[in-house]
């Protein structure tokens, strides 16, 4: 697969925040960016963020199901 560069102009201080940001949640900016244009485009991509709150959810459930099953 090609692949091409896109190149933006933002403040100084907004790229040093988005630089931490990533870092911190232990992300890679490309693949960052990647998920917010597919997501723009309204492509069936999941955050992980998202991916991780459904499973989350999903065991919440499944502990207050079965507890009231009981």
Do not use: C, H, W
């Amino acid at each position: 697969m090609s692949e091409t560069r896109i190149n933006i102009r933002i403040t100084p201080e907004k790229k040093d925040a988005f630089y931490e940001k990533v870092k911190q949640e232990g992300k890679n900016a490309t693949d960052v960016l990647i998920e917010l244009i597919d997501q723009y485009l309204g492509n069936k991509v999941e955050s992980s963020d998202i991916l991780e709150l459904r499973q989350r959810v999903a065991k919440l459930e499944e502990l207050v199901l079965g507890e009231t099953a009981a």
